[in-house]
T-cell receptor, first 114, second 113 residues
Framework: AQKVTQAQTEISVVEKEDVTLDCVYETRDTTYYLFWYKQPPSGELVFLIRRNSFDEQNEISGRYSWNFQKSTSSFNFTITASQVVDSAVYFCALSEGGSEKLVFGKGTKLTVNP | GAGVSQSPRYKVAKRGQDVALRCDPISGHVSLFWYQQALGQGPEFLTYFQNEAQLDKSGLPSDRFFAERPEGSVSTLKIQRTQQEDSAVYLC???????????FGPGTRLTVT
């Protein structure tokens, strides 16, 4: 069965600090997709990244970076030099190869204080 | 271009009432998904359509929940005889093709009193 664990329920940092959000997943499939979504206070989920199981290259997009390690079944997300606008709930999600549905973790609430 | 829209944004229903929640996906998007998000939790999958075909309804919690997408565009999620445990945000998402990221609407917050 597929499962996503985000062990950090809430994180609070001061602006300009770096912060890493952890995501650990479980799946028996060899083909799968991993995602990160941001849910700001307005409530709408915003897509951040998709990664397939065959591509372990790390990715950087501006202040955001993602570290995918199949050996530890982890797909962690780092925000460099955090800003108040980064305050939101962040969800990691998994989609197995034979299914289109997303299985979400419980989310990590990030608060960036000025 | 317009994103995924959902209506109503808020719905209060008395226990036992039927409700209908509407989702307008992004134009041309083939696949449409419904998720339920309880307070403080991640979204949970309910059902999925590819065009008008409902390919997976394994997440619907009971036979009181019914979804349709008759013309392969707009979808309606219907909940009959609502119960308090149905209170949640119902999210709709669409995607242009298989394996693409899902684009989410703002959700409908359902409160059953």
């Amino acid at each position: 069965a597929q499962k996503v664990t985000q062990a950090q329920t809430e994180i609070s940092v001061v602006e300009k600090e770096d912060v890493t959000l952890d995501c650990v997943y479980e799946t028996r499939d060899t083909t799968y997709y991993l995602f990160w979504y941001k849910q700001p206070p307005s409530g709408e989920l915003v897509f951040l990244i998709r990664r397939n199981s065959f591509d372990e290259q790390n990715e950087i997009s501006g202040r955001y970076s993602w570290n995918f390690q199949k050996s530890t079944s982890s797909f962690n997300f780092t925000i460099t030099a955090s800003q108040v606008v980064d305050s939101a709930v962040y969800f990691c999600a998994l989609s197995e190869g034979g299914s289109e549905k997303l299985v979400f973790g419980k989310g990590t609430k990030l608060t960036v204080n000025p | 271009g317009a994103g995924v829209s959902q209506s109503p944004r808020y719905k209060v229903a008395k226990r036992g009432q039927d409700v209908a929640l509407r989702c307008d996906p992004i134009s041309g998007h083939v696949s449409l998904f419904w998720y339920q998000q309880a307070l403080g939790q991640g979204p949970e999958f309910l059902t999925y359509f590819q065009n008008e075909a409902q390919l997976d309804k394994s997440g619907l919690p009971s036979d009181r929940f019914f979804a349709e997408r008759p013309e392969g565009s707009v979808s309606t999620l219907k909940i009959q005889r609502t119960q308090q445990e149905d209170s949640a945000v119902y999210l709709c998402a669409s995607t242009p093709a298989l394996r693409y990221e899902q684009y989410f609407g703002p959700g409908t917050r359902l409160t059953v009193t």
